[in-house]
């Protein structure tokens, strides 16, 4: 029993670990790019909280993701299901609901990619002695922008 409950455990554990590397990635080299850009010196301590903040938003994100993945991927599937068994004016209906979930689906990963990047960016408003909230508009279209795209 104890292998079934392993076996179910350790992709998912490797799904957080490998989100919050790439979040601490990224974020490093944000902080890298922005200190090039700016012609300024960051420091050691510095670029590992901000490496800190990227590793925890990366996990956020990844959680936040496959709780959306898999209530849509079970409503999606249930849509396509639903309209590939009509025809006629149910089929317009049926169609328009697929549509409607498709919209949903997109929406939430918006939101999502928003969130996301508005953590991300008070983080590093902080760390960078910013007012907390400076540039979160742009952060949260960057970030949404890039949740439509990246929802597939």
Same mark, same amino acid.
């Given at each position: 029993m104890a292998g079934v409950a392993a076996s179910a455990f350790i992709p998912v554990v490797g799904t957080f670990i490998g989100a919050a590397l790439i979040g601490a990635g990224v974020s490093g080299l944000q902080y890298d790019v922005e200190n090039a850009m700016s012609g300024t010196k960051g420091s050691t301590g510095s670029w590992l909280l901000n490496m800190g903040i990227g590793a925890v938003v990366g996990v956020i994100s990844e959680g936040a993701g496959m709780v959306i993945g898999g209530v849509l991927s079970k409503v999606t599937t249930a849509g %396509?299901?639903?309209?590939?068994?009509?025809?006629?004016?149910?089929?317009?209906?049926?169609?328009?609901?697929?549509?409607? @979930?498709?919209?949903? @689906? %997109?929406?939430?990963?918006?939101?999502?990619?928003?969130?996301?990047?508005?953590?991300?960016?008070i983080g590093h408003n902080l760390i960078n002695h910013d007012a907390w909230d400076h540039d979160l508009g742009n952060a949260a279209i960057h970030g949404a922008i890039f949740g439509v795209v990246s929802c597939g």
């Open positions: %396509v299901k639903e309209v590939a068994s009509l025809s006629g004016s149910a089929l317009a209906k049926g169609g328009a609901k697929l549509v409607a @979930r498709e919209s949903l @689906r %997109v929406g939430l990963n918006a939101a999502k990619g928003a969130g996301t990047s508005v953590l991300s960016k």
